[in-house]
């Protein structure tokens, strides 16, 4: 089983940046494929993006895409979320997770079996 620890959220205003960072330890990280979820209050977990295992392709919901970038260095074990032009309902707690298997389609989080704690992200106006 692998731990996933993601990092780097906070507050922030509108139209500044961040970078998410998820830190895995304890299996095999580097021939998984790897999403982001986030999840706002009272609403579902809902895909942002994935990478495939060997950072080859990339993949966004629509309301994140051309703003959100996400990245893997799997000799440091770690995913990454770069996040620009913030907008308020990017408001949310972020969760990265690993896939059960690679390929196919990426939005659906039963796909996905281990799950870090999350961090939050809070984007003021």
């Known amino acids: 089983q692998v731990q996933l620890v993601e990092s780097g959220g906070g507050l922030v205003q509108a139209g500044d940046s961040l970078r998410l960072s998820c830190a895995a330890s304890?299996?095999?990280?580097?021939?998984?494929?790897m999403g982001w979820f986030r999840q706002a209050p009272g609403k579902e977990r809902r895909f942002v993006g994935a990478?495939?295992?060997?950072?080859?392709?990339?993949y966004y919901g629509d309301s994140v895409k051309g703003r959100f970038t996400i990245s893997r260095d799997n000799a440091k074990n770690t995913v990454y979320l770069q996040m620009n032009s913030l907008k308020p309902e990017d408001t949310a707690v972020y969760y990265c997770?690993?896939?059960?298997?690679?390929?196919?389609?990426?939005?659906?989080?039963?796909?996905?079996?281990?799950w870090g704690q999350g961090t939050q992200v809070t984007v003021s106006s």
């Open positions: 304890g299996s095999t990280f580097s021939n998984h494929d």
């Open positions: 990478i495939k295992w060997n950072g080859a392709a990339t």
């Open positions: 997770a690993r896939r059960r298997f690679n390929g196919g389609t990426y939005q659906y989080s039963a796909d996905y079996d281990s």
